[in-house]
Nanobody, 120 residues
């Protein structure tokens, strides 16, 4: 059983910053990539950023240069630093991971989501 647990969301003023964390736990054999998606009210879930096992990063154009993604391989944890936040960044942020579990093979896993609200 693999679980992803996010933390770090909250209410922040425009221009402020937050750091989201997501820790993967369970019977993990290998993590191929971890990343973040977000879903704003009334909109579809959209991809935000990904970091691969080898440390390569990719970003959606809307967050490039503002939301650096990083990982701690030893802790199976991925971070998303949200800088220069705008009201349109308000969303539930979901952690996603491409993991080969010991017993279950390779699958996509999702966290429960953490709310980020940008408002004055």
């Amino acid at each position: 059983q693999v679980q992803l647990v996010e933390s770090g969301g909250g209410l922040v003023q425009p221009g402020g910053s937050l750091t989201l964390s997501c820790a993967a736990s369970g019977n993990i054999f290998r993590i191929y990539a971890m990343g973040w998606y977000r879903q704003a009210p009334g909109k579809q879930r959209e991809w935000v950023a990904t970091v691969t096992e080898g440390g390569n990063t990719n970003y959606a154009d809307s967050v490039k240069g503002r939301f650096p993604i990083s990982k701690d391989g030893a802790r199976n944890t991925v971070y998303l630093r949200l800088n220069s936040l705008k009201p349109e960044d308000t969303a539930v942020y979901y952690c996603n991971a491409d993991i080969w579990a010991v017993a279950g093979g390779r699958s996509d896993y999702w966290g429960q989501g953490t709310q980020v609200t940008v408002s004055s």
